[in-house]
């Protein structure tokens, strides 16, 4: 696929079908997303691919005792009315949250935090927040368009960390290493839409803040 047509339909996807991913594939995607730059090429990420149906069944349930709140403080709270959109996020968000099992590879990424050298929680961790997560977050792009290149879909989700000592209980996954993200990986049921995104044009500036870009001057 044409690279510029993969990064513009790749949304999140929420609803799956149950048929396996060939094993050719998943190695393919995550060959791509090890291709990933990292600060001093640090490659502080490890994958657990969770593709028995009792772990993905136990990651579900962990996953929509977390979605139910996440809803009610982040979509439903405070409003009187919901917009067509909020009620579309939660009718989708619902389904997310109770098919996750069917979705046949779960990819748990890991940080490795001592290959990034500052303690997790510290002062000098808030203040190279970009050089730790952006070490991270090129991979699960990556992966996620490669997947994409070949057909698969899949969901950035980081809702899992705040259960994070279970999950890794879970897995067998040493203290030091961190949970980042939880990409379900398989097949779309529908198609793959490009995603909604703001115009960039008023995002640009031209060499100063105060200065617009060209072409959005006219
Ligand atoms: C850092 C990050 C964390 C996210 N966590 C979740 C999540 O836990 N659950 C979920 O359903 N979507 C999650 N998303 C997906 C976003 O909701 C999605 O990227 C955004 O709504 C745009 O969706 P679209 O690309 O399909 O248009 C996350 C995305 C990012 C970048």
Do not use: C
């Not at 048929?19 to 998943?26: F, G, S, T, V």
């Amino acid at each position: 696929m044409d690279f510029f047509e993969v990064a513009t339909s790749t949304p999140t996807v929420r609803r799956f079908l149950d048929r396996p991913i060939p094993e050719a594939d998943l190695m393919k995607v995550l060959e791509t997303a090890n291709m990933a730059p990292s600060g001093s090429n640090a490659q502080p990420w490890e994958f657990v691919i969770v593709r028995e149906p009792d772990a993905r069944r136990k990651i579900q349930s962990t996953y929509e005792e977390l979605w139910g709140p996440y809803k009610e403080s982040a979509i439903i709270r405070g409003r009187t009315t919901l917009s067509a959109r909020a009620v579309k996020a939660i009718k989708v968000g619902d389904e997310f949250a109770a098919t996750l099992a069917i979705v046949p590879v779960h990819i748990l990424v890991f940080l490795d935090r001592p290959k990034m050298r500052v303690e997790r929680g510290s002062a000098d961790d808030l203040f190279n927040f970009g050089a730790t997560y952006g070490s991270i977050f090129p991979a699960i792009e990556l992966l996620m368009l490669s997947a994409r290149a070949l057909g698969i879909g899949s969901a950035m989700t980081t809702m899992l960390s705040s259960r994070e000592p279970e999950t890794k209980a879970m897995l067998g996954v040493p203290e030091l290493y961190q949970l980042i993200a939880l990409i379900p990986l398989g097949y779309p049921d529908g198609g793959f839409k490009r995603p909604y995104r703001k115009p960039v044009l008023p995002r640009l500036h031209d060499g100063r803040w105060d200065r617009a870009w060209p072409l959005s001057r006219q």
